[in-house]
């Protein structure tokens, strides 16, 4: 079973049609109930949309109880919620930015994806599963310290890609793996939120090496690489998934 935070639109709402095609039983899962639904009506029979604050405590536990109770153990996580919280993606200075935007980023985007993969892990060390995988997002914003990102999301990725390899450590012994997508530029509402004219994007693909701008496919791709057999042996990495916008 596999339960996507995030879900319902964009690379979560993707990433759920190819688990489902591929055989798992998926539980979309998102702060916007209506979208969840969409997208688990999209899927099929057998699988559960629900609602969740990814950065309430109580609510990511009552989450767990609900679907494993349901369905059972949660095989694969996927933490794919996030925000860039400022209409049209403003960026402002560190000078002018406020604490409750920092707060707000760092909630969503850094304890969401704290609380959810530490109540997967407290539940398969009571209770373990084959194989069992997480995967979180980071950002090329947090790998560059992004031009076009705030500091509070970029740090808040940072954030989650420092803490994924903690949690990729203690998750090792329960043979489960933990890795990182870090995404570049990637045709999402989320990114065109962050662009005002009509050929932005087209513009912005010239500094990309590839020459486009990634699609939600290319991440789909990464991540089902992450889940397969194929990637047993890889745990605390960052997949950049970003067309060499930026190499290491």
């Not at 997480?134 to 420092?162: D, E, P, T």
Request: neutral net charge; glycine residues 10%; aromatic residues 6%.
């Amino acid at each position: 079973m596999a339960l996507v935070t995030g879900a319902g639109r964009g690379i979560g709402a993707a990433l759920c049609i190819h688990l489902a095609r591929n055989g798992f039983h998926v539980v979309p899962a998102d702060i916007d109930a209506a979208n969840a639904d969409k997208v688990a009506a999209s899927l099929g029979d057998g699988h559960l949309a629900r609602a969740v604050d990814v950065a309430d405590e109580a609510a990511v536990t009552a989450l767990f109880d609900d679907v494993e109770t349901r369905i059972g153990p949660v095989g694969v996580l996927i933490c794919a919620a996030g925000l860039l919280l400022l209409p049209g993606g403003a960026r402002p200075l560190i000078a002018d930015l406020q604490l409750d935007t920092w707060e707000r980023s760092f909630a969503v985007n850094a304890r969401g994806a704290f609380l959810c993969s530490r109540e997967w892990l407290r539940r398969r060390n009571a209770l373990p599963v084959e194989h069992g995988r997480a995967v979180f997002f980071g950002s090329v914003a947090a790998q560059l310290g992004g031009y076009r990102s705030s500091a509070a999301y970029i740090a808040a990725k940072a954030a989650v890609m420092g803490y994924a390899k903690a949690f990729a450590r203690e998750a090792a012994p329960l043979g489960m793996t933990a890795n990182v997508i870090a995404p570049g530029l990637i045709d999402t509402e989320m990114l065109r939120s962050t662009v005002t004219g009509s050929g932005a994007l087209a513009v912005a693909a010239q500094s990309i090496p590839l020459g486009r701008i990634g699609t939600v496919q290319d991440v789909v791709a990464a991540v089902s690489y992450l889940l397969s057999p194929a990637a047993a042996y890889i745990t605390g990495s960052v997949i950049d998934v970003n067309g060499g916008y930026r190499m290491q």
